[in-house]
């Protein structure tokens, strides 16, 4: 457990310190801050977002959204005018087919630990949200 001190400026009065008991976990050469009253309740450490599968899914939602009002023609439009790959563009299309379930799961913070954006990029998906469920339901938790 380490604890954030926060000390304020030297005054007349009574000096006064704010303690915020945290705990640091580092995870793929980032750290992470887990609040104690997260670790109170049974011991389960916070949501743990992924921010690149975020990034990646509003930017596929995003992109959808564009091909759907007609404001562009294909993946290759949005690939020029994004300055990327059309392979690149298409990979992440592909994340607009995850079923809604999935999708509140990333969102939430509850994805597998195995879970990455380049094990999307890289597997494909089944198109049935049931086999979705039963794929994500084998990986590590």
Do not use: C, Y
Request: proline share 7%.
């Amino acid at each position: 457990m380490t604890k954030v001190l926060q000390t304020g400026a030297p005054q007349a009065g009574p000096k006064l310190t704010t303690v915020i008991p945290v705990r640091i976990k580092r995870s793929g050469g980032r750290k992470w801050m887990i609040p104690a009253a997260r670790q109170a309740d049974g011991g389960a450490d916070a949501p743990k977002h992924e921010a690149p599968i975020l990034t990646a899914l509003s930017r596929a939602f995003h992109w959808q959204r564009l091909l759907d009002e007609g404001r562009v023609a294909s993946g290759s439009e949005i690939a020029r005018r994004e300055g990327l790959h059309p392979t690149t563009v298409n990979e992440l299309l592909r994340l607009t087919l995850l079923s809604p379930t999935v999708v509140k799961g990333l969102l939430a913070g509850k994805q597998p630990r195995t879970l990455s954006l380049i094990w999307l990029k890289n597997h494909e998906v089944p198109a049935s949200w049931d086999d979705q469920a039963a794929l994500f339901g084998r990986m590590d938790r």
